[in-house]
């Protein structure tokens, strides 16, 4: 009988620096070593990964390295799933730092709720949890948000709903749509001690545009459970709050966001409001049109 209890999964594409500090901090974790092992699930990476994943070795780390062609995050933590042998399945990113007592804090959520299915932990942004103007990245502070850079399913739960959505082909929402069918069968409970820090990210009008094909996958939410990604923002109508959402909404936050920046940071500040307004024409061009007058295939309601 196998000995591992955590199965950190953790995907990967063309960030080989990154998945090495990501490497270099799990190595550090104070948790038996004997008892968790580190599957690098790679989504088609153009760059060479294997020297890094040697270099874990070295460190002592018990390591898989599993190689797909790009598919998406989702895609590749199921990969992952399936080559795990332990009995709780822990998820970060390749980007991000988790602290040296992670795995622990996340082993003392379980231990001390026998009935979770899951365990969600706390990120924040590497400089005290505040981003720069032009800075950007996942934070989960108080719970309910289901980051998978900073979760843990018992593995049997994830075998049991069929693991990630993989439709949902971009980092956005299939963390969240997997939560709400583990949520169905039992909690996912909050664990603010396990920490993970995730570096800020440049915001780049490239990144600002990309991001608005992720406004699908938010409508797919509405229409599947009744609410925009998270429970918190029900939805009757979710076509039209979409299309209110990405035109008006999020750009007039990065404006509001610049005009605070301002005095500190002007020429960074002034960027940030260009990428608002070129938002919310994007928004317009290509986010409206599916929201409003393309009716999403009925099968794409459900989970395929």
């Not at 999020?250 to 005009?259: H, M, V, W």
């Amino acid at each position: 009988m196998s000995g591992v209890e955590f199965s950190v999964i953790i995907p990967t594409r063309n960030r080989s620096e990154d998945l090495r500090r990501c490497l270099n901090a799990i190595a550090m974790q104070d948790y038996p070593r004997g008892s968790f092992e580190v599957i690098v699930c790679d989504d088609g990476s153009e760059e060479d990964v294997t020297p890094i994943v040697e270099e874990a070795k070295r460190l002592g780390l018990e390591i898989k390295y599993v190689r797909q062609d790009p598919r998406g995050p989702a895609a590749a933590r199921n990969s992952g799933i399936r080559h795990a042998r332990g009995r709780i399945v822990a998820m970060t990113d390749s980007d991000t730092l988790p602290w040296s007592t992670w795995l622990r804090k996340l082993a003392e959520g379980f231990n001390d709720n026998p009935d979770a299915l899951a365990v969600e932990g706390m990120v924040y942004a590497d400089n005290e949890g505040e981003f720069d103007p032009l800075g950007e990245g996942p934070s989960n502070k108080n719970g309910g948000v289901f980051l998978t850079c900073n979760c843990a399913y018992r593995r049997d739960i994830l075998l049991r709903v069929g693991g990630f959505d993989e439709t949902f082909p971009y980092p956005a929402y299939e963390d969240t749509e997997l939560a709400a069918r583990v949520r169905k069968f039992g909690r996912i409970i909050w664990q603010p001690e396990a920490i993970v820090i995730h570096p800020q990210r440049p915001l780049t009008l490239r990144a600002v545009l990309k991001k608005l094909r992720h406004w699908e996958y938010v409508l797919l939410m509405g229409y599947r459970y009744g609410y925009l990604a998270w429970e918190k923002y029900p939805v009757k109508y979710p076509g039209l709050r979409v299309a209110l959402l990405s035109v008006i909404a999020l750009p007039l936050a990065k404006i509001s966001t610049a005009f605070k920046w301002i005095r500190r940071k002007p020429f960074a500040a002034a960027k940030l409001a260009g990428f608002g307004f070129v938002e919310a024409f994007g928004a317009l061009l290509i986010v409206v049109p599916k929201a409003l007058f393309v009716r999403l295939e009925r099968k794409r309601n459900k989970r395929k």
